[in-house]
């Protein structure tokens, strides 16, 4: 299998993107934002039809449009009560506009394909240097937020009342998030941005209470799932994305029953 350099480069991205979007999928199942990855994973599906229609690679659509819905999310719904509706709100114009741009984009069908199920078999060498250097910087802005961003999640009140600004927060961390999304989806596409954002996060928080065990089995299982996905389609000539997805789902399912059982 890594006789092969488009295995070796497959290997390469699907780990760093798992390592990111485990590490940041954790906190963003910790604070109820699911619905945020799924909204900025087909913001990004726009951001990139419309980059190709403009003559501009795909990956810089998907990363800008990505990462002004995350702060444009951030901005409009700082409260847990408002993000739904800001989300909403963003999440339908932008489905208008990629309906739009789809309009124009039928002669790329391949490119369509990939933009919504991923290859990360397809994964060239530039390609791998962004999602390289965009993951570094994911993980670094995450770190730097770390402990308001905890604090704001556990306890928002307190943590207003201590001066923690919980609209920055908000916007910091949604802008990570989309650019872990925007990496997410090179590999699995917008459709299945859910399995390795929220599955192993989700998986891991039933696995673990404790915050430091739980971000690193959540960027663990990630990995575990990506890397094992692509195995699997190597040998079956299967979709990468489709082993990934079974594989998420059915960590989570033994997660579950792990917490039955402990309980």
Same mark, same amino acid.
């Given at each position: 299998?890594?006789?092969?350099?488009?295995?070796?480069?497959?290997?390469?991205?699907?780990?760093?993107?798992?390592?990111?979007?485990?590490?940041?999928?954790?906190? %963003?199942?910790?604070?109820?934002?699911?619905?945020?990855?799924?909204? %900025?994973?087909?913001?990004?599906?726009?951001?990139?039809?419309?980059?190709?229609?403009?003559?501009?690679?795909?990956?810089?659509?998907?990363?800008?449009?990505?990462?002004?819905?995350?702060?444009?999310?951030?901005?409009?719904?700082?409260?847990?009560?408002? *993000?739904?509706?800001?989300?909403?709100?963003?999440?339908?114009?932008?489905?208008?506009?990629?309906?739009?741009?789809?309009?124009?984009?039928?002669?790329?069908?391949?490119?369509?394909?990939?933009?919504?199920?991923?290859?990360?078999?397809?994964?060239?060498?530039?390609?791998?240097?962004?999602?390289?250097? %965009?993951?570094? #910087?994911?993980?670094?802005?995450?770190?730097?937020?770390?402990? !308001?961003?905890?604090?704001?999640?556990?306890? !928002?009140?307190?943590?207003?009342?201590?001066?923690?600004?919980?609209?920055?927060?908000?916007?910091?961390?949604?802008?990570?998030?989309?650019?872990? #999304?925007?990496?997410?989806?090179?590999?699995?596409?917008?459709?299945?941005?859910?399995?390795?954002?929220?599955?192993?996060?989700?998986?891991?928080?039933?696995?673990?209470? *404790?915050?430091?065990?739980?971000?690193?089995?959540?960027?663990?299982?990630?990995?575990?799932?990506?890397?094992?996905?692509?195995?699997?389609?190597?040998?079956?000539?299967? !979709?990468?994305?489709?082993?990934?997805?079974?594989?998420?789902?059915?960590?989570?399912?033994?997660?579950?029953?792990?917490?039955?059982?402990?309980?």
């Amino acid at each position: 299998m890594f006789q092969y350099d488009f295995m070796i480069s497959a290997f390469a991205a699907a780990g760093i993107v798992a390592l990111v979007a485990g590490t940041v999928g954790f906190f %963003l199942v910790m604070r109820g934002q699911t619905f945020a990855g799924h909204a %900025l994973s087909h913001v990004g599906f726009t951001g990139a039809t419309g980059a190709v229609l403009i003559g501009v690679s795909p990956i810089w659509g998907l990363i800008g449009f990505t990462l002004a819905a995350g702060v444009g999310m951030g901005l409009l719904g700082e409260r847990l009560v408002g *993000r739904d509706v800001a989300i909403g709100l963003i999440l339908s114009l932008s489905l208008g506009f990629g309906l739009l741009f789809l309009h124009f984009f039928t002669s790329y069908a391949t490119q369509v394909t990939s933009l919504l199920f991923g290859n990360v078999l397809g994964v060239s060498a530039s390609t791998l240097r962004i999602l390289t250097l %965009l993951g570094i #910087v994911s993980l670094l802005a995450l770190a730097v937020i770390a402990r !308001p961003l905890v604090f704001a999640s556990l306890q !928002p009140e307190l943590a207003e009342a201590k001066g923690v600004s919980l609209r920055l927060v908000s916007v910091l961390f949604l802008a990570i998030v989309a650019l872990a #999304v925007a990496e997410c989806t090179q590999i699995v596409g917008v459709l299945l941005v859910f399995t390795l954002m929220v599955g192993p996060a989700a998986a891991a928080q039933n696995f673990t209470t *404790r915050l430091g065990s739980g971000v690193a089995c959540a960027a663990l299982l990630a990995v575990f799932e990506a890397w094992l996905g692509i195995t699997f389609a190597f040998y079956t000539d299967w !979709p990468s994305s489709f082993w990934i997805t079974l594989l998420s789902a059915l960590v989570y399912g033994l997660s579950v029953a792990w917490r039955r059982g402990a309980h």
